[in-house]
């Protein structure tokens, strides 16, 4: 089974920088979109960013301007560039592949917390 590994997740003041990867255990066929979902506690799990087998991007409104999403479909993997990082951006950040089939693939999440 397939799994998606996350890192670069920690602590950080505001106004610094992460940057968190993910990258599949195993390499797969061919993926739709590459996407960064993020939960605070007591929220729901909202998308931050998605890029699409096309290169096109979309970002969440709340981090346009901060965030870049890039892949490199070859290695399997995802980046996120977090900058000028947040309070209000501290969550459990979630990575996810979605196959052409539309199979779903999620990452562990890794925890991102930004003091003031």
């Known amino acids: 089974q397939v799994q998606l590994v996350e890192s670069g997740g920690g602590l950080v003041q505001a106004g610094g920088s992460l940057r968190l990867s993910c990258a599949a255990s195993?390499?797969?066929?061919?993926?739709?979109?590459m996407g960064w979902y993020r939960q605070a506690p007591g929220n729901k799990r909202d998308m931050v960013a998605t890029?699409?087998?096309?290169?096109?991007?979309n970002y969440a409104d709340s981090v346009k301007g901060r965030f870049i999403i890039s892949r490199d479909n070859a290695k399997n993997t995802v980046y996120l560039q977090m900058n000028s990082l947040k309070p209000e951006d501290t969550a459990v950040y979630y990575c996810?592949?979605?196959?052409?089939?539309?199979?779903?693939?999620w990452g562990q999440g890794t925890q991102v917390t930004v003091s003031s």
């Open positions: 195993e390499s797969l066929f061919s993926i739709r979109h």
């Open positions: 996810r592949f979605i196959s052409t089939s539309g199979y779903p693939y």
């Open positions: 890029i699409y087998d096309d290169g096109n991007t």
